[in-house]
């Protein structure tokens, strides 16, 4: 199964977690691309697509993906199924805890995208978020800053799902 895995990062942590998810996906194919430096038409390319993106500056998009974020505009989702993934601080940043990705997910759902790898909201604890719809995260949530060692079991779970959902 061949998967895109386009991630944006400033820190780190979702660089890591991009390569953890590789690490536990062996039977996919899963090409990984830095939104810094690639296109997002790259895109285009994919009908399985997993995205990456810490939020920033309380409640915005990392900077790599805020630059590129027009870009989405131009590409047809429809016929794909995407997943996504977040790095953030539930407890600085508890009004909006991973805003970033409630804010790719809506936008690529506008273009034709299929959600998959939805995640539940059990053991976090945050005031408000972008990613929560209908009582759960749109995607793998991930918070480093306060919950480090609950970050592997959380990708290796999350990796089972989506290997499934993406079938
Ligand atoms: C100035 C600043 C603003 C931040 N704003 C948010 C925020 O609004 N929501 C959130 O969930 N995390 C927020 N964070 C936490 C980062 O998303 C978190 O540290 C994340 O792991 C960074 O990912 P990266 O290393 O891939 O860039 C913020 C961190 C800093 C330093």
Redesign the pocket.
């Given at each position: 199964m061949k998967i895109g895995l386009f991630y944006g990062?400033?820190?780190?942590?979702?660089?890591e977690v991009a390569s953890l998810i590789q690490d536990n996906m062996p039977d996919c194919e899963i090409e990984i691309f830095d939104v810094y430096e690639e296109d997002l038409g790259k895109m285009s390319e994919f009908d399985r697509i997993i995205v990456g993106c810490?939020?920033?500056?309380?409640?915005l998009l990392?900077e790599d993906w805020r630059s590129k974020f027009g870009d989405l505009d131009s590409i047809d989702f429809s016929g794909k199924k995407i997943a996504y993934f977040g790095?953030?601080?539930?407890s600085i940043?508890s009004s909006?805890?991973?805003?970033a990705l409630g804010i790719l997910e809506e936008k690529i759902s506008e273009k034709g995208g299929t959600t998959i790898g939805h995640w539940s909201t059990e053991g976090y604890g945050y005031d408000f978020s972008k990613a929560e719809k209908e009582g759960q995260f749109v995607g793998l949530a991930i918070d480093?800053?306060n919950q480090p060692e609950l970050t592997e079991e959380r990708v290796v779970a999350w990796c089972e799902k989506i290997s499934e959902e993406f079938k």
């Open positions: 990062t400033t820190s780190a942590a979702t660089q810490p939020t920033w500056d309380i409640g990392q790095c953030g601080d539930q940043y909006s805890f991973l805003d480093n800053d």
